[in-house]
């Protein structure tokens, strides 16, 4: 399962928290995905999303070498059957090996400011897949087999390994509000609720793993801790639900005091901001699958006597496998947790329309736990922006990977969004480890109705709702 997995991430080009688009003041339901809080005050009166895609791998085991094209012109030349280059091993990296895969497509969904409260919903299929926990040794048995030699008759003990995936549709709504504006200061919080209508899921989680490949044929397992679950694709193979928290703070360039957005009274454009700090708790929850093949083994112990000859062709042939080792117990059901993470966001105005933006999003899975683990991530973003254009340069460290950044570009033109957090692949002929795609196309609405009337003939009251033509008194 691991080595289909790690396959998977080496040959595809497959995005994770899509920087280029995640801080723009208008990237409506992209923005919540990264902090929920985002959509209070948002620059767009609506936002309508018709249709988006998410690709996104990254490993540190094996990478695609020796192409001869870069890689849009790899995959054409794949599906006519002629592509080039090959699978190799990685060099060799500290620590435990790790891959991530992600491919989300997405649904309607909209975001509609109501004054200091914005609400919004849409709904999303996710993909997600994630391997953590692989020592060099167990690497070298992923990409070569059991059958490698140099590591025949060596005893290994492994800790934490986990092999995860999951598919579902998520159906959200989220709600914030600007809670304070006063002086110079705006502070807002914001929530996604969701519920996750399970498709399939798998979970293979070594506590304990201590073996021996004897030789080309013997396998030796004399002690493992584990459990496993597996759930094959179907409409409702489980359910759960979920949530995202935020918090922001802006720091204006002009008095917030009494700031109504888009409204006529002083808010019909936004209020610009000379910085903005957000802290948001992303993805909590889970999916919960009922009718699956599942246990559990505890402390147990197993000899297979030619592991070349184990026919495993679906998920019940796998629990018969599981099944023979000692003290194992069988469960009717699991679940699998999504992949949680705390992230911190800046974003400084440096002048007209130009932005750096800073984020780091760091995974809150622990070791032994059945949750996904996202790809922790930083992130430095430069962007221009105006209402109708807009250009992104994010420069992200996977995995606190210094030795192998990776610079991505983002174009939105109105509601048309099409971005990558990684490049390279797409412009050279270098190994590729990690590929990143996502498109979005939106409908944005500018202006709200209450910006779009004629003075009334009463006197103006501040911070009323009523219809007035729209000053720029927050340029």
Request: glycine share 10%; proline share 3%.
């Amino acid at each position: 399962m691991s080595f289909m997995l790690f396959m998977g991430l080496a040959a595809s080009a497959w995005s994770q928290e899509r920087f280029g688009i995640a801080h723009s003041n208008y990237a409506g339901n992209d923005a919540t995905c990264l902090n929920p809080a985002r959509s209070a005050g948002q620059w767009p009166y609506a936002d309508i999303r018709l249709a988006g895609l998410d690709l996104y791998a990254w490993n540190s085991l094996v990478a695609w070498s020796s192409r001869e094209q870069r890689l849009v012109g790899e995959v054409r030349s794949g599906i006519t059957g002629s592509t080039a280059g090959e699978v190799i091993m990685r060099s060799a990296t500290s620590g435990a090996h790790r891959g991530f895969l992600q491919a989300n497509v997405l649904g309607p969904a909209f975001s509609l400011s109501l004054g200091r409260g914005t609400i919004g919903a849409g709904a999303r299929t996710r993909t997600y897949a994630s391997a953590t926990g692989i020592s060099s040794a167990l690497g070298n048995f992923i990409f070569n087999g059991l059958g490698y030699r140099p590591q025949h008759g060596i005893r290994y003990q492994e800790e934490g390994v986990r092999v995860l995936t999951a598919a579902w549709t998520e159906f959200a709504v989220n709600y914030a509000r600007i809670l304070k504006a006063e002086g110079f200061g705006m502070f807002s919080a914001g929530i996604n609720a969701h519920y996750n209508l399970g498709h399939a899921g798998g979970a293979l989680q070594f506590q304990t793993l201590d073996y021996t490949v004897i030789d080309s044929a013997r396998l030796v397992v004399h002690e493992a801790t584990a459990r496993y679950g597996f759930a094959m694709p179907a409409m409702f193979a489980g359910s759960g639900w979920g949530a995202d928290l935020g918090v922001t703070y802006e720091r204006t360039l002009e008095e917030a005091d009494g700031y109504l957005p888009h409204r006529a009274s002083g808010g019909c454009d936004p209020l610009r901001y000379r910085y903005r700090i957000g802290l948001s708790l992303l993805d909590l929850g889970g999916i919960h699958f009922k009718q699956a093949e599942a246990g559990s083994i505890r402390g147990g112990s197993a000899t297979i006597g030619d592991y070349t000859n184990v026919p495993v062709n679906d998920e019940s042939d796998l629990d018969s496998l599981l099944a023979t080792a000692t003290n194992w117990d069988r469960e009717e059901s699991f679940s699998i947790g999504t992949p949680t993470a705390l992230a911190l966001q800046y974003d400084q105005r440096v002048a007209n329309n130009a932005y750096v933006a800073l984020a780091a999003v760091q995974n809150i899975s622990f070791r032994n736990s059945m949750r996904l683990r996202r790809t922790n991530s930083i992130s430095i973003t430069p962007r221009f922006e105006t209402r109708y254009v807009e250009a992104a340069l994010p420069i992200t460290l996977h995995e606190y990977d210094l030795l192998h950044p990776s610079l991505g570009f983002m174009l939105r033109i109105e509601g048309l969004v099409i971005g990558t957090d990684h490049i390279f692949p797409l412009v050279n002929t270098r190994d590729v480890h990690a590929a990143d795609i996502y498109f979005r196309l939106r409908w944005l609405i500018h202006r709200s109705p209450f910006c779009k009337g004629k003075r009334s003939s009463g006197a103006h009251r501040a911070g009323g709702k009523d219809s007035l033509p729209c000053a720029t008194p927050n340029e």
